[in-house]
């Protein structure tokens, strides 16, 4: 039996191959969806909506729990993330996003539906949060590993890698390779540097944005050597 990986390891190899990390297609989503619902306690269908809503945005589940309807434009079905719930020493708070600056983030025609059945259940409260336990509780991480029992069940399905992060590694793997031009790709995820974001894009996509790069510097170069001689 292999030795567990170390943790700054994983973090190490998310950072360098987060495609790697992604769920294949949107069959796997819904049923991880799903098995997570019929695994958890009264079946919440709640934990399956964080899942769904999670992974089609690429947001992290932090930020999914800071959502609020008044966060949603129906109108452009767009979700301007503005905060993340994360733990501190007295309890659960709301702050920033980890990029201190908000972003706007598509919300596709796969989750309308959900979103519109969230609104209602809160009566349209623009205060009211999106996304909360059974209880009402604010959600993070950890609770949702918990109250589903998220290792047993990603283990039953053959994706014993996967983690709660690994929905948004999801969303951004699946964007990059619908098309979406990489500097608008950072702009849905937030990443400080374009070389974070690249790392999404598929190699082949990568290898003819390198060999962009390689024309453009032989263009330049002739014409820096013209310039010396007149």
Known sequence: MH???????????ELDDPRSLALPDWHTLTRLADALVANSSGEYQGWGDVVLFAA???????EVSGCRVKDINTDEWTWTVRRQTTPSPGGLVDKGTKGKRARTVPLIEEIRELV?????????????????GPRGGRITTAVL??????????????YEHLRRHDLRHTGLTWMADAGVPVHHLRKIAG???????????????QSVTDAGDLL??????PRRANLRAV
């Open 3 to 13: 030795p567990p990986i170390p943790w700054d390891k994983q973090a190490e190899d």
């Open 56 to 62: 089609c945005t690429a947001a992290r589940i932090g």
């Open 116 to 132: 519109q059945q969230r609104i209602a259940a809160v009566n349209r409260d623009p205060d009211a949060r999106l996304f909360v």
């Open 145 to 158: 590993r918990d109250v589903t029992g998220w290792d047993d069940v990603v283990g039953k399905l053959g």
């Open 191 to 205: 990443h400080g540097s374009l070389t974070t974001t690249q790392r999404y894009l598929h190699p082949d996509r």
């Open 216 to 221: 453009s510097k032989h263009l330049r170069a």
